[in-house]
Nanobody, 124 residues
């Protein structure tokens, strides 16, 4: 079982920044790619960013491109999502997720394991 634990959410004003963290089990489970997703009240979960465990680039949804940065610290088995210039529409529960075997990019369907989520609230 792959356990993912997010932290770092909170409440900020528009224009502010937050950094989310996700502790992963490392690659003992042959994780193929990792992703960040979010779900706002009354909306479907949407992909925010993802990257392959073997490298090859990081990819972002258009809504966050240029404002969010995804990174990994392999020594700490931790995934990060640096969020700058936050907007009220970024308010959501944020989840990290792991895909085993293949990567479905920003589609949640291919991710096998999910964290419990961390809430981000951006006020105007």
């Amino acid at each position: 079982q792959v356990k993912l634990v997010e932290s770092g959410g909170g409440s900020v004003q528009a224009g502010g920044s937050l950094t989310l963290s996700c502790v992963t089990p490392g690659n003992a489970y042959n994780i193929y790619c990792m992703g960040w997703f979010r779900q706002a009240p009354g909306k479907e979960r949407e992909g925010v960013s993802y990257e392959y465990s073997s490298g090859g680039g990081t990819f972002y949804a258009d809504a966050v491109k240029g404002r969010f940065t995804m990174s990994q610290d392999n020594a700490k088995n931790t995934l990060y999502l640096q969020m700058n210039s936050l907007k009220p529409e970024d308010t959501a529960m944020y989840y990290c997720a792991a895909a085993i075997g293949h990567c479905s990019a920003l589609s949640q369907s291919g991710y096998n394991y999910w964290g419990q989520g961390t809430q981000v609230t951006v006020s105007s």
